[in-house]
């Protein structure tokens, strides 16, 4: 139905004057259409930092900046090998749509100073270039993993809730690069209890808990000191009863 007729049958449907209603209602479609077309864009933005504005230093951001928006669009870890991928990095310039510069960090807080290039690129010139690569892309609406995740650093395990995003946030960073948002549960008392399972990696006894979050797809983790010094981790992906991918 176009906008203008449900605008008007929902104007007649209220008491409110039809003047006042209609403008309500087109206001209101306007703005969702307005959140759908920033949405959208979000997918086609890559940030990336540099140690100047030189022209050699932003060539090769913009093309990084390429390759991680055709990762998030394909979800093809090796969309960088593609010949025709490859040869577009050297004139990636010509899909960039917008772009800009800032600096991030707070020294006093610890987090130095850094230089940022945030760079749009078109959404057809970069869907073209899918096209040619003999890619796919991966549809917008995509899953929300619930990420249950268990560290143990010599004192056992402890499971990692919503009220520790610190400790996820570089997982958390790579996720949104693959366009992909991790939910972390909320911590409650049967869900620390459940760090055991966690630990095994027992995705079916975890899955009542991801029900209550109406999330069909988890990824477990646990995450232990290695023998060698530094971390090591595995994972399991899991969607509904079905085992996903494993690896470490």
């Not at 749009?120 to 970069?126: D, I, K, Q």
């Not at 399972?197 to 975890?206: C, E, G, K, P, Y």
Request: charged share 25%; net charge neutral.
């Amino acid at each position: 139905m176009p906008r203008f007729a449900l605008s008007l049958l929902l104007a007649l449907a209220f008491a409110a004057p039809a003047s006042a209603q209609l403008l309500e209602v087109e206001s209101g479609v306007d703005a969702e259409a307005a959140r759908a077309v920033e949405a959208e864009r979000h997918w086609y933005v890559a940030e990336m930092p540099v140690n100047s504005e030189g022209a050699g230093e932003r060539r090769g951001a913009v093309a990084r900046a390429l390759v991680q928006v055709l990762l998030r669009l394909t979800g093809d870890r090796a969309v960088a090998l593609s010949p025709v991928v490859r040869k577009a990095m050297g004139h990636a310039e010509g899909l960039v749509r917008e772009s800009s510069y800032r600096v991030e960090g707070d020294p006093q807080a610890g987090v130095p100073l850094r230089q940022v290039l945030s760079v749009e690129f078109e959404r057809s010139g970069v869907e073209a270039l899918v096209a040619a690569a003999g890619l796919s892309l991966w549809p917008l609406e995509r899953p929300q993993p619930l990420l249950w995740l268990a560290i143990n650093d010599g004192r056992g395990p402890r499971l990692v809730s919503a009220q520790q995003l610190n400790v996820v946030r570089p997982l958390a960073e790579r996720g949104l690069e693959r366009g992909l948002r991790f939910a972390l549960p909320a911590g409650s008392p049967v869900e620390l209890a459940a760090v055991d399972s966690v630990w095994a990696q027992n995705a079916a006894a975890i899955r009542a808990l991801s029900g209550r979050y109406r999330a069909e797809v988890q990824l477990l983790g646990k995450v232990y000191r290695a023998e060698a010094g530094g971390w090591s981790a595995d994972w399991l992906l899991t969607d509904g009863d079905a085992e996903v991918a494993r690896w470490s």
